[in-house]
């Protein structure tokens, strides 16, 4: 579904009727007619004013509909369909709008609506079509009516994923209307592609495991392991599997091998608590309604892995339909709303994860980054906050505080949380780089240097290739006059790393004008500028270059940018200074104020 998809809809047959209407009108105007008729006026009247409002309505249904503002589009397309109830595209996008607004009963009514409708019936089958009769399927199986399931289940026009669908909606219907053979052979349809190989192995562990066929279920779970080994619904139902039979080594070999390969996970951590604790764990899908909610959910994912996030919305709120509660469907509507910049949408589906579910803390932290976006860095601070305990340290707690506190300038406290973390290490890996760079940025904005120098060379001897600290200290030497040339080595080994990083190429050209290099500065900076023409930091970088140059008109406006774009890490006195004066005369201004400040150095060296 692509970001216009119900604006598209609604045009198809709609926009005949608003033509029709708009000729009208400027047919009467050009005309110059008069209607003496008072009733014929009065209709007049009416009709005019019924196409404004429907005409106002159907514009801003499609501009919200354009900005994925589902809420107030439902509430313009129901001022349509209130005109035209038998509208098939108005039904259509309603029950659209409902589904992705989580509002199933209303969804389910205008799904039932759409394939009543004549219209719908004689047009050609629209692209959603398919996903509504996928819904009454869905409802359907909620029902228990296996045989009207049947009977709404089609194929869609995505070939992949409408194979995909089909047969495993129709595998989990057989196996719970107790048809087991119509079950297998649905699935095995899959196996004819092998983009769905993957689905069909997991699929058929769960069935076996289902019909207790122990042998064939860990025999499935194996070779599923072998194309999707670090999914992590795949090592939770194949641990639990394992946990049940009572093969616990291997199950804690399992987990540990997904940690090796995909790092710490907490469901995993209660996995292993639970392993300890020799309790035994329910199947991860005990029913065929939750199989068809965990495939959906896999629908959605691969959706929202190929970037169609409308597509992904669609299929997890379908999912969520048969399967509220699932941590998996709901992180992935999550991550849908959040990567079209809906936070509060995101927000209100993080927020439906218990407290008892391995996805809770990190979905509370993800909340408190969408507050952050939005501004709400309070509430942000605060919701991280709620999770810190005192008996224990919870590491992605401690370092997303640490972090939060640091990208809202509270630069001190931030380094007491990182070396809460610091203190905690045992053995030190590549992992713990990032730790040490965010100290060393926070120690560097309070201008505890050394501290600052010794974190980012810690973090670059545990990885050699973190780009960040790499052009920070790089440039944090250049622009101290420090280490120029080993400076000017780093910043290049971080744009070779991460070529189009606009803040590197930045650093480059500003170490280029530090060197006294001031043409290949202006390359540089201008290349920077291109990447990300916003930046005042760049803007206010060019204009120096310009102004050494002798560009000094291109100096003034990359200044004046400066003040428009804004930037922390800009003294905006100094720019307004060197606006009206020039750089020459900032510099000597410069000069003059540290004089007193070397001399008094030298006086105390001389006296010591």
Known sequence: MSRGYCRMKLTKLTIKNSIKQICLVALIVASGLTIVNAKSQELKRSKLTGFGTYSGHFLAANLALSNRDFKNATRFLINLYSEQPDDPVLIESLFLVHLINGEFEKARLFAMKYHQNKQAIEQPESSHHYLSKLFLTADQVKLGDYNQARSHLAKGDDFMIAEMSYYLLSTWINFADNQPEEAIASL????????????????????????????????????????????????????????????????????????????????????????????????????????????????????YGAGNYDEALNYGRLGQYLAPENSYILNILSLSYQNVEKYVEANVILEQIKADSPFYTKAQIRIAANLEINGQNDLALEKVAALLTEDKIDEAVYMEYANMLKRNEKYAQSVEYYDGLVNKLMLLTINDANLFYNRAVAHERLKNWPQAEADFLQALKLDPNHSYALNYLGYSWVDKGMKLEQGLEMINTALVIDPQNAFIIDSLGWAYFKLGRYEEARLELERAMLVSPSNADISDHLGDVYWKLGRKLEAEFKWQQATIFKSPEINYDDLEYKRENGLDALDRRKSQDQMPAVKAENNMRDNG
């Open 188 to 303: 095995e349809k899959l196996q004819e592609n092998s983009f769905h190989q993957i689905y069909y192995l997991i699929n058929s562990a769960i069935l076996a495991e289902m019909q207790d066929r122990q042998k064939d279920a860990d025999i499935f779970y194996n070779e599923a392991l072998l194309l999707g080994g670090t999914k992590l619904d795949l090592i939770e139902a194949y641990g639990r599997f394992l946990e049940r039979t009572g093969r616990e080594k291997q199950a804690f070999a399992l987990y540990d091998d997904f940690e090796n390969r995909a790092g710490k996970h907490p469901l995993i951590d209660k996995a292993r608590a639970r392993l300890i604790a020799g309790d035994k764990p329910e199947p991860m899908i005990a029913n065929a309604q939750e199989a068809i909610a965990y495939n959906l959910y896999h629908i959605a994912n691969i959706y």
